[in-house]
């Protein structure tokens, strides 16, 4: 198994997951903070993987495979341990939903256009839905009780979570939307055996 640091980061996303899992399951404010922190941590190591990836020139086929399993594997389980737990509002469970089925859906293009050797490239757009996403569950993560024993009271940490998971929902479905059309597009090209643009290797990730 490799063990350079991208690679090694991205497992520790990985291995973040049940931690996280279980400090949800406590219930209890100082649980709620430390989940913030778990999950703000490895959501960072989603940026310097792939920073430190880009900067030494670091290509894996492991690292390409498992970096996007891992992302996905956090916001799933924090979106899910949220909801089993009550942590999510009727109307915050709407655009979870969204998050959820776009991870699937992009999931499905890119195994897709692998088999075609076409990358996907990640849109500036996807990045700032990352961005808000991650903050968003991050905040949700800690909620009241969090702030509470934070003395952090006045602020509206719940709420302001709830609209930031919204933001990225809406940022979600454009993103959606664009990669949809690009798989589209090469589904018909592939269909109809012609090629439906230049090939391209999909970015450096670890």
């Known amino acids: 198994m490799p063990t350079d640091l991208p690679n090694l980061l991205t497992l520790s996303r990985i291995a973040a997951v049940p931690l996280l899992v279980a400090l949800v399951a406590l219930r209890t404010p100082w649980g709620d903070v430390a989940a913030c922190i778990v999950f703000s941590a490895a959501a960072i190591t989603d940026y310097y993987d792939g920073k430190i990836a880009r900067e030494r020139q670091i290509v894996s086929g492991f690292g390409r495979m498992l970096d996007p399993i891992a992302d996905k594997l956090l916001v799933g389980a924090a979106l899910m341990v949220m909801a089993g737990n009550g942590r999510l509002t009727d109307w915050t469970l709407y655009p979870a ?10 999931s499905g293009l890119r195994e897709y256009l692998a088999g075609l050797q076409i990358g996907l490239p ?9 961005g808000f996403q991650m903050g968003a569950l991050g905040t949700l993560l800690a909620g009241d009780s969090a702030a509470s024993v934070l003395h952090l009271s006045v602020l509206p940490v719940s709420l302001i979570g709830e609209a930031m998971l919204w933001v990225a929902a809406a940022l979600t479905l454009m993103t959606g939307r664009t990669y949809l ?8 090209a592939d269909s109809a055996g012609r090629p439906a643009g230049p090939r391209r290797e999909p970015a450096v990730r670890p």
């Open 97 to 106: 939903i969204v998050i959820l089925l776009r991870e699937i859906l992009v």
């Open 122 to 130: 990640v849109s500036r757009l996807a990045k700032w839905k990352t």
């Open 181 to 188: 059309v690009a798989g589209l597009h090469h589904a018909e």
